[in-house]
């Protein structure tokens, strides 16, 4: 059994999960994250006041694919793969 991970922006969300259901997968576990990283820092104004946001909020997904279902571990990763690029 493996377990896969992925982080992507929550407008991808729906559809990457109705592929992995497309897949055989029907498990899978969804959770908010927040990203800290040098692309995702932006400068916002609340209020008047100016403020670096560091963080962005992206969504976790975990599944699990079979060992006998290997070959498959490879599609389902192209598929995220391609919804990164495409959010």
């Not at 922006?9 to 994250?33: A, D, G, T, W």
């Not at 992206?58 to 389902?76: G, L, T």
Request: glycine share 2%; hydrophobic share 40%; aromatic share 6%.
């Amino acid at each position: 059994m493996k377990k896969l991970e992925a982080i992507v922006p929550h407008n991808c969300v729906h559809s990457l999960v109705e592929q992995l259901h497309e897949l055989n997968i029907k498990s899978v576990s969804i959770s908010n994250v927040n990203v800290v990283d040098e692309h995702s820092s932006h400068t916002m104004i609340y209020r008047g006041c100016v403020y670096k946001e560091d963080s962005a909020s992206r969504a976790k997904i975990e599944f699990y694919v079979a060992d006998e279902n290997a070959a498959r571990a490879e599609e389902v990763i192209e598929y995220v793969l391609e919804a990164q690029t495409v959010g």
